[in-house]
Every structure is written in C-alpha cells, then in structure tokens.
DNA sequence: TAAGTCACG
DNA sequence: ACGTACGTGACTTAT
C-alpha cells in the first residue's frame, strides 16, 4: 500500500474466470510501480481439490477496503493492456477504477495499426521479453482450468509479470510515440471507456424471435437438402465446397468450372450464379447456402450468446485489429446483421427495445464520400453536397452531361456503382465486374467520370505520391496507415498497395469522425438523459436506447453531436429513425 | 489451422 | 498469363 500510494504510475491488471464480462470472476490483482518488480494480490484463489480449504488469502473485504481508495482516485495515474476489460471486470465487484492515463494495447494501436497488440507479443517485439504463456499456468484445450484454480505461487509470478511488462510498455510507448500521443489521450482511450459502456449495457434480444425463426430456416433448408440430393441422383454432403465442385464439374460434366488457389472447385456465389442456366441445383444450393449463413451465424448463434442475467448480447469491441482505424466487433459480431435481403433483415426484428423504451439509429449519410469531396476540393462535388443532392443521381448527370431530372434508374445505378469504386481505388477489371459490362466500357466509365472530376484524380495522384514519399497515408485527425508495398517491384502487390492507400484515408476519417461524435454524444448523455444508452456502432451509425419519452431529445442530441463532431468543407448529414427493434429503426 | 464461403459498412 | 475494388468476423469442412 505505501507502494501504491507513492507511486507516479501504476500498472494494474486483474486476472479472472472469463473472457466474457458479465460472466468473469475477480480471482486477483496485480501491480508494478517499478520496473523488475511486480505484486500480486490473490482474492479468490480455490483449491483443485473440492476437499481441502482454499489456500490462504487476505479476507477480500479487507484487500478492498485497502485498494478500492487508489484504484478509484483519479490523481492516481494507471496504466493497463486493454483497460476496457479490467474496467468492467472492476465495475462488476461495484469498484470504479479512474485515473486510466494509459492503454498499452492503444498505444501500440497508434504506433502502428495493423501490428498485433497482444502483451505477449508486444512484449518480444519491443522489449525482447518473452512471456510466460496462459497455456502455460492455465493448461490448454478440455483441460484447461479457471485462473482460480491455479496454485497461487504459480499464478503470482505470472500476474505479477504481466503487470510488469504493462509498465515497461508503457514506457517504451510514450517515448516512441512523441506527438502522436494525443490521438490515444484524445481519442482512443476516451473512446474505450465508451466502449466499455456499450459493451457493460449490451442490446436486449428477443429470444423467442430467434428460435422461430431458427425454427422456420431449419425446415425450409431440410426440404432444399432433399430436392437437391434428389437431383443429384445421389447422396452428398451439401455444405462441402469440395464434394459440390467433384459433382457438379465431374460427375454432372457442367461447363464453366474455375479452380480455386489449391486446385479445388470454385463453388462461390459468382460461379454458382452463371452455372444456374445450366443445371436446377445451383440455385438450390445458393437459397440453401443463404439459409444456413442465416441459422447457423444469427438465429442459432444469437440466442446462445445472450446473457442469462441480463438477457442481452455484450459483443466486445476490438480497438486494435484494423489497419483503417475501424473497430470491430465479436462475440457476436454485430456489425453484420443481415439487411440487405429481405428474409435476413427478419433478424433485425429481434433487436429490441426494453419495455417503455425506443432504438434510435443515427447514420452518416454518404461520409466516405463527403470526405472525398472534402479532400478533394473539388467543386462540383462540394455543390453537390451543399445543394443536398442524390449524390449518385448528380455524378450520372454530370458525367453523362445532362439535367439531373434527365437521370434514368439504369444510369443512377452506373454512377453509384463508379462512385463506391472511387472510395475503392477502383480498376476497370473491378468495375466490370461489378457492373456487367465490359472491361473497355468500365474503362469509359471511368475515364468520363475523371473528366468531369479532375481534382478527384489529383487528389488521387497526391496521395499515392505522399505514400511513396512517406510509406504511409493519415487520415483526417492523424491515424496513420503503413503501406509497405507502395514501392513494391511486384505488380500485383504494388496495386494492392495503391488502392489501399485511396481507400484508407477515407474509411480511416470516417471512423475517425464516429470515435469523436460517439465521445461527445456519450458526455451529453450522461450530462442530459443519463437512463438514455449508446449500445452500438456499426461503422457509420449509431444506435441509442432510451425512454419513449426521451426520444426526441435524444434524436436531437445526436444528430446535433455527429454532425458537428469535425468541420468539413461539406455538410455532414446524419439520418434518424427509431422504432421498437433494429428493424424498425431504419429507413426504408 | 487453413481454406472456402458469405454476412456487414 | 496472372489476378485484380477497400475493411472486417463467423461458420463449415477438411486436414
């Protein structure tokens, strides 16, 4: 205690019974105040042997009593690795750690995203430390155990230890990071404990909804399985890539058969989609592919991963895994619920509201394009945005030059399809593709569209050239992108390259500007409607829970906080709509 | 654990 | 001739 006390940093860790948050039990904690030293603090260490008593350990009331003051003061500065987790895990025995200065995992996210942000493998790479690995103390596989059932000796030297690189990390980063670390001060620290609020609430989810559904997709599928073995005239198994290819390609003899990377049959979408004049089966196979994606990641999924205590999904938010600066979402990854077909928007419906309250999205209309204008400084572009134009309806006016009312659905669809390729460092192969149209019409396309846009090619043009110079892009508030290849003598690897860097500045600002709206919008929240809950983020909206009678407040105040997070040379729009489920609460 | 496939922005 | 639009995560099969 006269350490902790003391101390100008303090690396803090937990060890617990879980990775899942509302699952997890406190077994420990650990420090370091110095480097080569480390504490660990047993809580609730059990013994293997059902038996024999636990091994000795200080009363938790008193080890809290004791910490509960530090680990709550604010003037005391921490640091962690994934603060976001202890964070929770702490809140969850009622201790509300502040004076969080530093998260090494951030850290390393700022220095380079891209670069795996595990302790242990920060700790070879920038310490030349080696670890010692939780399979090593904990076991692996079936006969792994819980932390509390590690021998406390064991369990000290490895908590102690992680609490100990914690600190030296942290150290290396604030050197290396010089004025970059404001982006992780500014922005993702304060980001993660947003996070951790979203995580901590979780979305509400109708079970009874899941399993009819999980229910109807299982005997439309069965029915589909039967048909299709039927029109095989034998019996295969119609999940694997590897028996459809051998059936359909050798057995069957239908034409048009692609080789994937390994010499197996293609069977994706693309080649099933041709096949379909030729034979019933791959269409069968592609309504029974859809269903299953549908039972098997959703409906089924879903309702296993809904807490029993709290009856709602806590997906956990990953801050360090894109290069682009996104975040990403697992366990359930709720940033790809179905929308786009029609049977698999049905899940959203089982997104829901609490009794008495409401969801309301928030999207960003068009950013990525909006940033392109900005960046670009082109005028049209900008007119378009100011003029609050279907921005995919001007681009086929002026590249096809004529009157906006002249636009026909056909060239609408074209001009979008170029617009998205934009975003994408696009190539007339891509294009084509897209499109269904020719190589040398893509490249018309393409070639009419920089002629209307000529500061859209400049703009292009320079940052590919910073990228040379630099070896990496930055976005608009300064997260950097390496792209190692850009001066590559494989082609294929340069090109690659190239579009990465078009395209990550774009996406990169755009998550750029929802880590600050989302910031702000929870700071007004807080302050203004505190039952109302940010409860998820998926890349460009938001989605809020709250009281039926809060909803026009909370309509306002984040329309208000997202379209003001950052000045732009265009206007940032962002569209509300609310409704009971996820499904309502879109614009349709 | 890798490959194939497919869900999202 | 090759392989080609950016960024993710989850599930299934096969090894």
Redesign the pocket.
């Known amino acids: 205690m006269k350490a902790l006390s003391a101390a100008d940093l303090i690396a803090v860790d937990t060890e617990t019974t879980s990775l899942s948050i509302h699952d997890a039990a406190l077994v420990g904690f650990s420090f370091a105040v110095k480097e080569g030293e480390g504490w660990y603090v047993p809580v609730s260490h059990r013994s293997m042997d059902l038996l024999s008593a636990a091994p000795k350990q200080i009363a938790k009331a008193m080890i809290f009593s004791a910490l509960q003051p530090i680990l709550e003061d604010a003037s005391k500065p921490k640091c962690l690795q994934n603060a976001k987790y202890d964070l929770q895990i702490l809140r969850n025995e009622n201790i509300h750690l502040a004076g969080i200065c530093y998260d090494t995992m951030l850290m390393a996210y700022v220095l380079e995203a891209?670069q795996a942000v595990s302790m242990d493998k920060l700790a070879e790479k920038y310490l030349h430390h080696k670890c010692i690995a939780y399979e090593e103390v904990a076991g692996k596989g079936a006969k792994q155990i819980t932390f509390d059932l590690i021998d406390v000796e064991q369990a000290a030297v490895y908590a102690a230890e992680d609490a100990e690189v914690t600190l030296r990390l942290c150290l290396a980063f604030k050197h290396a990071l010089g004025d970059q670390i404001k982006r992780h001060d500014e922005i993702e620290l304060p980001l993660s404990l947003v996070l951790a609020d979203m995580e901590w609430a979780g979305a509400y989810v109708d079970s009874t909804q899941l399993a009819t559904l999980s229910q109807r997709f299982g005997e439309r599928i069965e029915a589909l399985e039967m048909k299709i073995i039927e029109a095989a005239g034998e019996d295969f198994?119609i999940?694997?890539?590897?028996?459809l290819?051998v059936l359909l390609f050798e057995t069957l003899g239908l034409e048009g058969g692609k080789k994937?990377?390994?010499g197996?049959w293609?069977?994706?979408?693309d080649?099933?989609e041709k096949l379909a004049e030729e034979h019933e089966i791959p269409n069968l196979i592609?309504e029974t592919?859809?269903l299953?994606?549908?039972k098997?990641?959703y409906t089924d999924?879903l309702q296993k991963l809904v807490n029993i205590k709290t009856k709602r999904v806590h997906t956990s938010y990953?801050q360090g895994?894109?290069?682009?600066g996104?975040l990403?979402?697992?366990?359930?990854?709720l940033?790809?619920?179905?929308?786009?077909?029609e049977e698999?928007?049905e899940i959203r419906k089982a997104f829901v509201a609490e009794d008495g309250n409401v969801l309301i999205a928030a999207d960003y209309s068009q950013i990525e394009l909006r940033l392109m204008a900005h960046f670009s400084g082109d005028a049209i572009l900008k007119q378009a945005f100011a003029d609050g134009l279907d921005i995919h309806a001007a681009t086929a006016a002026a590249v096809n030059g004529i009157d906006l009312r002249e636009v026909t659905g056909e060239q609408r669809r074209q001009a979008k399809?170029?617009n998205?390729?934009i975003l994408?460092?696009?190539?007339a192969?891509?294009?084509a593709?897209?499109l269904g149209v020719s190589r040398s019409d893509a490249k018309m396309f393409i070639e009419a569209y920089f002629a209307r846009y000529p500061t859209v090619q400049t703009f292009m043009d320079e940052t590919l050239e910073k990228a040379r110079e630099q070896g990496y892009v930055e976005t608009l508030l300064g997260h950097r992108v390496y792209v190692h290849d850009i001066n590559s003598s494989n082609?294929?690897m340069k090109?690659?390259a190239e579009?990465?860097a078009i395209?990550?500045p774009l996406?990169g600002s755009a998550a750029d500007i929802i880590k600050v709206a989302m910031i702000a919008l929870q700071e007004r929240l807080k302050a203004e409607v505190p039952q109302a809950r940010l409860i998820m983020q998926?890349?460009?909206?938001l989605i809020v829970e709250c009281a039926d009678a809060d909803r026009e407040h909370v309509s306002t105040l984040m329309a208000e906080t997202m379209q003001s997070a950052v000045e732009l040379d265009v206007p940032l729009i962002a569209d509300i709509a609310f409704g009971t489920s996820w499904f309502e609460a879109h614009e349709l």
């Open positions: 891209g198994n999940r694997s890539p590897k028996q290819g994937t990377k390994s197996q293609a069977t994706g979408q080649v099933l592609l592919r859809g299953s994606k549908l098997s990641t999924a990953n895994v894109t290069t682009t996104r990403s979402s697992t366990n359930p990854n940033q790809n619920i179905p929308i786009r077909s698999g928007r399809a170029v998205f390729g994408y460092g696009m190539s192969f891509g294009l593709k897209q082609g294929m090109a690659y579009r990465t395209n990550a996406q998926v890349h460009d909206e």
